[in-house]
């Protein structure tokens, strides 16, 4: 079980400690909401959370099938919405550095899909995935 400790720092700032492992990560409000936008904002992290966990979720569905995915990027954009203000879409570009036969592109893409990060962002929120692989 992963424990977290945040700490609001002022200036519309927190620093968050992950215990088990020591590391530190820090929030900036965004400068479109009074914020200085000089670090991630807490809807920035949901957007590389859902971006990070795609990765990891198709290595490790590589890894089953004896394939290397080392390398392999993902572009995230996010798109936010006024009223309320909350995510309204995200969209994921997943590049590889090389192509597959259609049946490991299908347990790639399956396995992106099945993210617990994407699966736990409401269905409020439009979640575009593209795979871009190297011909």
């Known amino acids: 079980m992963n424990t977290y400790e945040i700490t609001y720092d002022g200036n ?3 620093s968050a400690l992950h215990v088990d492992s020591a590391e530190m ?3 900036d409000a965004p400068k479109d909401n009074e914020g200085l936008g000089e670090s991630f904002s807490p809807t920035d992290l949901i957007c590389t ?3 990070s966990c795609i990765l990891t979720i198709m290595a490790i569905a590589a890894r089953k099938k004896g394939i290397e995915i080392k390398g392999t990027t993902a572009s995230v954009k996010k798109t936010m919405r006024s009223n309320p203000r909350m995510i ?3 969209d994921v570009v997943i590049h590889f550095g090389n192509d597959f ?3 490991t592109k299908t347990v790639l893409e399956r396995a992106a899909h099945r993210c617990p990060v994407h699966r736990s962002i409401s269905s409020k929120v439009k979640k575009n995935i593209v795979f871009r692989y190297l011909n």
Do not use: F, V
């Open 12 to 14: 519309l700032r927190t």
């Open 25 to 27: 990560i820090h929030t």
């Open 49 to 51: 959370a859902l971006g």
């Open 88 to 90: 309204d879409q995200i």
């Open 101 to 103: 036969d259609e049946k």
